[in-house]
């Protein structure tokens, strides 16, 4: 994740063909906007070495999403940022309301169908 950095907001417009993507590195959790643009992800910690990921979940609810990058806390994601965001394995969050499952491959969002 080397050679991040910050993008104004202004050019982050929500269009149907944008992918997800990394738009801010921030030092803390508590740093993070409180309103993030539809497929826009931050990273907080250092920036060639972040520790968590967050992203508003693409579900219907749109409820925060805050996946560990550390492989020394269990369970940890790791994410790729060179081209389009891919983070690996999938996220899957079971809700009150509903589960959320899906993988983020190449800034694109693949449901997990269910059974």
């Known amino acids: 994740m080397a050679g991040l950095t910050s ?3 202004w050019r982050l417009t929500p269009v149907p063909w944008r ?3 990394l738009i801010q590195v921030v030092n803390a959790a508590d740093a993070i906007p409180e309103r993030l643009p539809r497929k826009g992800v931050v990273a907080v910690g250092i920036v060639n070495c972040p520790t968590w990921l967050a992203f508003d979940c ?3 609810e749109r409820h925060r999403v805050m996946l ?3 492989p020394s806390r269990k ?3 790791s994410a790729q940022t060179i081209s389009s ?3 690996s394995p999938s996220i899957d969050e079971n809700r009150r309301k509903a589960r959320c499952h899906y993988f983020v491959r190449k800034g694109r969002i693949e449901w997990v169908p269910y059974d």
């Open 7 to 9: 993008r104004s907001l």
């Open 85 to 87: 965001l891919t983070i």
């Open 58 to 60: 693409p579900c219907a």
């Open 68 to 70: 560990n990058l550390d």
């Open 75 to 77: 369970p940890y994601w």
């Open 19 to 21: 992918k997800w993507r």
